[in-house]
């Protein structure tokens, strides 16, 4: 059945398909192979299993992802891999191409949407005081306020805290550590849910990853997700929230409050500054607001 298409089968069907139906060029073949093989392992890990399952937002997430710790133009190629095995899929078994209205702009660096202190505050707000409540909410201030992405908030484990000094060492992208700060209220509310819920979530069971979730297993990037678009829409807030969206904010808060860009860099974990640079225009707009408050008057000519 057409729905039950699984995503290895899938793959394995539209290599074979540009291999031999429709060859391309071997570099072609290696460079789909190794996009789609990404692009399927991130929606494993969305909990995905069927081609038929995967949305417009799936892919959206995907490509969201990539724009973190990638260039535009390799995104943007990325993307190509992922529409051409979705039109395959869509021509042959009349699947919905969830790729349909998907745009990757080469040339434009837009930052990604972020959030206002107030809607920060509404949605850590918007947790209660059970065993769930501090677990979620110690989740999503950590990301928050250390910029975590969302698979180093996953697989967190817990020889890489040190909530008593308020930092976490951090293995990124490379075998790359970096020590990322963390403020005393996310710190007393980290140590909160390791001493008094993670303990009852595993219920006798041993596991050296930080976040458990309640039913005692090693919490997943598709919770985090999940979690964090609920308690977006839950208070009220209508943009488009994702974990990505909390590490942004962490980011541009930083250079809003003076921070350089080369120790934004260190703290993402960015290994290029590059993908950094994203976040100038912040620079650019305090720069302008600076100006036009001490020279109030400047271009608008003499009256």
Known sequence: ???????????????????????????????????????????????ISYIADITPQSVRDFIDDLLEDNSRRSTARKATSIRGFHAYFSYQYDLPDPTENLKVRITEDRLPSFLSEEEIKRILASFGDTNKDIFEKSMLSLI????????????????????????????????????????????NLLSRYIKDVRPEFLNGKSSTYVFINPKGKQVTRQYIWRLVRERARGCGIEKHVSPHTLRHTFATELLENGADLRSVQELLGHSDISTTQIYTHVESKRLHEDYDRFFPKAGKGDK
């Open 1 to 47: 059945m057409r729905d039950k298409i699984s995503l290895d089968d899938a793959f394995q069907e539209y290599i074979a398909h540009i291999t031999f139906t429709e060859p391309k060029s071997e570099n072609t073949v290696n460079s789909y192979r190794s996009d789609l093989t990404q692009y399927i392992e991130h929606l494993k890990q969305q909990g």
């Open 144 to 187: 928050y306020h250390s910029g975590l992405r969302v698979h180093e908030c996953a697989n967190l484990k817990l020889n890489q805290v040190h909530a008593d000094q308020l930092f976490l060492r951090i293995l990124g992208k490379g075998g790359k550590e970096r020590i990322v700060p963390f403020l005393e209220d996310c710190g």
